[in-house]
């Protein structure tokens, strides 16, 4: 299979080629020439089917020329580092209404999922496409992909990757587990900035013909590990179609039947990973998509126009607080027909204007899918709260974004169909906001804040977490946004 850049200026071959590369030589991203169909007797048979089996499954529809039973092994491999081998486990709340918890991987975050599963991926596609200079990984990070991705990558033979997270853009917790990251081939940098000022930072360096040409002399070349790769949108296709037949399997919907996800939404690939799940044939209904105080999705879900004109906040759900979403372009593509021209013309005015705008037929179309709205700071702390005292379920606050969204959607619409919430990382990388959210109160030591909660909740402290306080920071360097390449060429350097 194919895969064609969203701008239309560059394709490769096949998945490991698009891997590989991770981003399109025109700044686009890659996707495939078409969706591959999961049949309903396909889907009836992956009902039998442990998380990693289905993670194959789905996964080599696309990924044709990487072996199936070496992929199986990798799936194997990855799975067995999650609680009960379940990336994606679903927990009952009430009638129609579930969770699927995606924190049980390493690092406690639904990023686990692919990054998991990545390293062969990319490791393997370099393989196919022929690549033997080392690969240097360039990741920028709101929170939880830096250090699923340190985890997934340290110590890979051949590959160095190096990470930059706003230095105070994200949760104490999260990062001390980046800056406290174990591995010889890692590195850690906070950037005076945002996350968009990160991710604009990685781009420029990926789409620059001279950085290319310098770092093959260096024999180094790129790749990333965000979501702008396919390798790491793909895997997340998986646990759509698992919650799917997990739902069936328990007898709270009958095959067939569609089902609603919910999804609090940053960088859109989470999202998108359930959009293209539905392309493939799975029964999904609406895909509900969730923003906090950055609500630039909700406004272009409103008005068709994609505006980052605006303030930016600092929220509770750090992970969320991103004004340019990098997937929707994928999606942006297939509301226009896959008209690459358009879509580049459209990435051009993001650049030049902040803001570009789709047209009403567009529009019609995305309605069909999707729904979106948003949640201020305190309606997200009211939704942990309540929740906590209606079924003593500790929500993150990623996550009680996505339930008030469910709950306001639920209130203003007839739909009955189950409604599936993704929780995105566990509560206790936000122990501050989570306790002062349930109590009223909490201490500024995320540590301290983590002890209480366990006690006012009787939910236990993740092992991962509860050791970060013996660890030595390794990675303490901040530095200003314009100074990323040179940062990136001294780490290359070092050896």
């Known amino acids: 299979m194919k895969f064609f850049s969203t701008r239309g200026k ?252 919910v999804v609090p939404t940053g960088n859109f690939g989470n999202i998108l990973a359930g959009y293209y799940a539905k392309q493939m044939g799975l029964p999904v209904g609406k895909l509900i998509c969730a923003s906090n105080d950055n609500n630039v999705l909700t406004e272009f879900y409103l008005t068709g126009t994609y505006d980052c004109n605006r303030e930016f906040f600092k929220t509770t759900s750090p992970s969320m607080d991103i004004l340019i979403s990098s997937n929707l372009e994928r999606l942006v593509f297939e509301l226009s027909n896959r008209d690459a021209s358009l879509t580049a013309k459209r990435m051009e005015e993001l650049k030049s204007n902040s803001k570009y705008s789709i047209t009403e037929q567009e529009k019609a179309k995305l309605y069909e899918d999707f729904y979106a709205d948003y949640t201020d700071g305190e309606e997200c702390a009211e939704t942990i709260a309540d929740f906590f005292d209606e079924y003593g379920y500790v929500l993150d606050p990623h996550t009680a974004v996505a339930v008030d969204v469910a709950n306001k959607y639920l209130e203003n619409s007839e739909d009955e169909r189950a409604m599936v919430v993704l929780s995105t990382a566990s509560p206790y990388k936000f122990p501050h906001d989570v306790l002062k959210a349930i109590t009223g109160n909490a201490p500024t030591d995320a540590f301290k804040s983590a002890k209480i909660l366990n006690e006012e909740t009787a939910t236990p402290i993740p092992e991962q977490l509860s050791k970060l306080k013996e660890k030595q920071r390794r990675f303490t360097a901040v530095i200003e946004r314009d100074k990323t390449l040179e940062a990136v060429v001294e780490f290359i350097e070092n050896k």
């Open 10 to 261: 560059s394709e490769v071959n096949c998945s490991a080629n698009a891997i590989a590369k991770g981003l399109a030589d025109d700044g686009g991203l890659f996707v495939p020439e078409k969706f591959p169909k999961v049949s309903m007797a396909e889907l009836k048979s992956m009902l039998d089917f442990d998380y990693a089996e289905r993670a194959c499954f789905v996964l080599h529809k696309y990924l044709e020329e990487y072996d199936y039973a070496e992929l199986l092994s990798a799936c194997k491999n990855a799975y067995s580092k999650f609680e009960d081998s379940d990336g994606a486990p679903i927990v009952k709340i009430d009638d129609n209404f579930f969770i699927m918890e995606l924190f049980h991987g390493p690092t406690l975050a639904f990023k686990d999922v692919a990054l998991t599963l990545l390293p062969y991926l990319l490791r393997k596609g370099s393989d196919i496409s022929g690549i033997k200079e080392n690969i240097l990984i360039l990741v920028a990070t709101s929170g939880d992909t830096g250090k699923a991705a340190l985890e997934g990558f340290k110590d890979a033979d051949g590959i160095k990757i190096m990470v930059f997270y706003p230095s105070e853009g994200v949760s104490d917790m999260q990062k001390l587990q980046m800056c406290t990251q174990e591995g010889g081939n890692v590195n850690v940098v906070g950037v005076k900035g945002n996350f968009d000022d990160c991710q604009t930072a990685v781009k420029k360096i990926f789409i620059s013909k001279q950085v290319e040409q310098d770092f093959k002399q260096r024999n180094v070349v790129l790749s990333s590990a965000n979501s702008i790769n396919f390798g790491r949108l793909a895997p997340q296709i998986t646990y759509y179609f698992s919650a799917y037949c997990d739902l069936v399997n328990s007898n709270e919907i009958k095959m067939g039947e569609e089902v609603n996800f």
